[in-house]
């Protein structure tokens, strides 16, 4: 008798468990066998898609910083001295979809950790001179990321792509927004308390954890929390009706940028665009590609060439970036992307090829899950798309199925001029 044959290795191979509360609040626990070390974080999913209403828009990014400011029972100074004396490293970011808070700390700290948390997500308190405070210090952030034309570049290339999806503004939001949020105190109370809330949370432990004893704990602090009710009414992007394109002129002296982005699809782990847009990325213009060899190595015309289908909830960009050598030379280089690109329509990747793609992307992956903390943080980011980490094994098992002839689809599918979008950047002569 044969023997049968051996299942698929998933590709996040920890196990965990996976608990949802009666108030919404999910619970993932993943243990480790990394000793003593536990990296918690807490995901809403809540980022800048969620600012739909005009003038409000950085207000995600904001609570990122707020969140900080403390609770009654924990301000500031006592905070930081509880996470010191753990020994701990903390810190939080946000996208498009999701804010994240992150801390990593030694065992015998969890419940400790886990009580501060649950307070400032259920307690945080602020007066307005401090919320008048951090919004200063949010524009003071945007003023320093505007000196880079990447920033630039980026607000350009939403406000062009997208004209009624919340995607249109970046994570920091519209400046005239972030000049009028000192006077938007009683709207940040809102916010918070329409999207701080456990139905939009989910809580990660990863490390040298035990299942029941975590998912007590959460029950203890977390489990009285309350449900919210908001559900933010997002706007659905129209079909883009032509090209677009614009040109910033940077006033000192930076190398010339050309951006070429195409709309494209959501996140998906059962239909295949997706993953194929991924894997193409790769073929097209990885350091292993043609166009790599030869803009990059060969001519020495372009010194970055990058491009990314960047996982999101709703349908984002397939996005190119190059920054190039001389300015005489971007015309050329934007036009060897697009014909790059529109090969992809016509022939077919060998399966040869593509295989090779298929086990780096793999390789890669599985390569950053080698602590707690990185277990964690690639958790957070597909938990905010489909909030469990089988999500990783299905889009993975995913891309093993992607076929030449479902690359040619979806270039012939996205890579059209109708959905072509092109920002330009070009600084001031030396």
């Known amino acids: 008798m044969a023997a049968a044959a051996a299942a698929p290795q998933k590709m996040f191979p920890y196990p965990y468990q996976q608990h949802d509360f009666n108030n919404g609040l999910r619970l993932i626990t993943v243990p480790t066998d990394f000793p003593n070390v536990v990296s918690l974080y807490i995901v809403v999913a809540t980022g800048s898609r969620n600012e739909v209403e005009l003038g409000k828009t950085g207000f995600a990014h904001f609570f990122e910083h707020m969140m900080f400011r403390g609770t009654k029972e924990y301000p500031p100074d006592k905070y930081n001295d509880v996470i010191k004396k753990a020994g701990a490293s903390f810190n939080a970011y946000t996208s498009d979809d999701l804010t994240a808070y992150h801390t990593t700390f030694s065992k015998p700290d969890l419940e400790t950790i886990l009580r501060m948390e649950a307070d400032r997500f259920q307690n945080l308190s602020y007066s307005e001179d401090v919320f008048k405070t951090e919004a200063l210090a949010v524009l003071g952030e945007y003023n320093k990321n505007s000196a880079s034309p990447g920033m630039k570049i980026s607000e350009q290339m939403r406000g062009l792509a997208f004209q009624q999806h919340t995607y249109r503004h970046t994570t920091m939001g519209f400046l005239k927004d972030i000049q009028d949020m000192p006077n938007q105190y009683a709207y940040s109370k809102m916010f918070f308390d329409r999207y701080y809330r456990p139905e939009y949370t989910t809580i990660i432990v990863a490390g040298d954890v035990n299942n029941d004893a975590t998912r007590a704990m959460v029950e203890k602090h977390w489990g009285a929390w309350k449900r919210g009710s908001y559900n933010a009414p997002i706007p659905k992007e129209p079909a883009q009706d032509g090209p677009r394109q614009a040109h910033i002129d940077w006033p000192s002296p930076t190398l010339p940028w050309t951006v070429v982005a195409f709309r494209a699809a959501a996140y ?42 960047a996982d999101h909830v709703d349908p984002y960009l397939f996005t190119v970036h190059s920054r190039v050598k ?47 903390e990185a277990l964690a943080g690639v958790l957070a980011s597909y938990v905010a798309l489909r909030r469990t980490p089988e999500t990783i094994n ?6 093993s199925q992607i076929t030449p002839e479902d690359i040619r689809n979806a270039a012939r599918k996205y890579f059209v001029e109708s959905g072509r979008t092109t920002v330009t950047l070009t600084g001031v002569s030396k």
Do not use: C, W
């Open 394 to 399: 299905r889009v993975y098992d995913l891309y």
């Open 268 to 309: 998906s782990d059962d239909a295949k665009d997706s993953a194929a847009l991924d894997l193409l990325s790769f073929l097209a213009f990885s350091e292993n590609s043609p166009l790599y060899r030869k803009l990059v190595l060969e001519d020495q015309k372009v010194d970055l060439l990058s491009a990314g289908n």
């Open 326 to 372: 001389k300015a005489a030379d971007m015309d050329s280089v934007r036009e060897q992307i697009l014909s790059t690109l529109a090969g992809f329509k016509d022939t077919l990747v060998s399966a040869e090829e593509l295989d090779k793609v298929k086990r780096h992307v793999r390789y890669s992956f599985a390569l950053g899950m080698d602590n707690s």
